[in-house]
């Protein structure tokens, strides 16, 4: 990846229905090199997937909660089932495996608590899980899907190290 790659993945994460045409007149390309490119960064998985973001309020899922799991099974196999599990529930939009006190870590959203009541619910009694600990967000104050490119390693700078 080169410069011109980390312009075209800027623009994309800002707006993703940006015309190929657009893009290549803001990075300085010619339609087809730019479409080209963003193939081939498709190809790659650094692109993996464009979508819509949606308003939660506009959507019914105003409420979001940290939800920290602990278990006593830490086999492979526990880790499957519970995996399995957790993907069967539409309200987690993030699952993450943890260092430190807390085993997993989920991000939920839902409408109210009585609807994180019922999700807390049908995810207890499909999994054994030894605690879990659910902080409410008070306040969304950023929110993005953007990740810095500031870190990314060009050709140019590979060639140079």
Request: hydrophobic content about 40%; charged content about 35%.
């Amino acid at each position: 990846m080169d410069r011109l790659d980390k312009k075209i993945l800027r623009l994309l994460q800002e707006d993703a229905t940006l015309a190929v045409a657009d893009v290549a007149k803001r990075v300085g390309l010619s339609t087809t090199p730019c479409w080209r490119r963003i193939q081939k960064l498709e190809e790659e998985g650094v692109i993996k997937r464009r979508v819509a973001i949606l308003d939660p309020e506009k959507v019914n899922t105003r409420v979001t909660v940290f939800v920290s799991i602990r278990t006593h099974s830490h086999s492979a196999e526990w880790l499957k089932r519970f995996s399995e599990v957790v993907n069967e529930f539409p309200e987690v939009v993030d699952f993450y495996r943890m260092s430190g006190d807390v085993d997993y870590l989920l991000r939920v959203v839902v409408p109210d608590i009585a609807a994180y009541d019922g999700f807390y619910k049908r995810l207890i009694s499909k999994i054994d899980i030894r605690d879990v600990s659910s902080a409410f967000a008070m306040e969304r104050i950023k929110t993005t899907t953007e990740l810095p490119l500031d870190y990314m390693i060009l050709e140019k700078e590979q060639r140079e190290s």
